[in-house]
C-alpha cells in the first residue's frame, strides 16, 4: 500500500516504514513527535487506487520525526559577465527534516 500525499506544497510518493525528507518543517516539530499530514492525493490499496477531487475524504499519513533538521548537499551558484570583470559565487544549503512513515490511515 502506498499513498501519494502533498507535504508544504510538494507532492511525495509514502509507505509504511519509509524515510521521507521534506522542506524544513519548523520548531514546532520536535524530534520523536508524532506528525499528520491530511492532503492524500492518491490512495493505492494492493491495486485498488482512488484518487481524490482534490483529496482523498478520511485519509492521513501519520509520520514520527527522526531528525528535526537536517542540511542538503551545497549548491554553488556563480555569476560572471566576460569582459566586465564581474563575477559572483555564493553557495546555499537547503534545510530539511528528516521523517519516517509510521501509518497510513485509508
Do not use: W
Not at 44 to 49: H, I, N, S
Request: aromatic share 8%; with cysteine.
Amino acid at each position: 500500500m502506498y499513498v501519494i500525499v502533498e507535504i508544504q506544497g510538494q507532492q511525495f510518493k509514502a509507505e509504511k516504514d519509509k524515510f521521507l525528507y521534506v522542506h524544513y518543517l519548523g520548531d514546532e516539530a520536535k524530534e520523536g513527535s508524532a506528525v499528520e499530514f491530511d492532503r492524500v492525493l492518491l490512495v493505492d490499496a494492493d491495486g485498488a487506487v482512488k484518487i481524490g477531487a482534490p483529496v482523498v475524504e478520511g485519509a492521513k499519513v501519520v509520520c514520527e520525526v527522526k531528525e528535526q533538521l537536517v542540511k542538503g548537499d551545497k549548491v554553488i551558484v556563480f555569476k560572471k559577465k566576460r569582459r566586465k570583470d564581474y563575477r559572483r559565487k555564493n553557495g546555499h544549503r537547503q534545510c530539511f527534516t528528516k521523517i519516517v512513515i509510521k501509518d497510513i490511515v485509508a
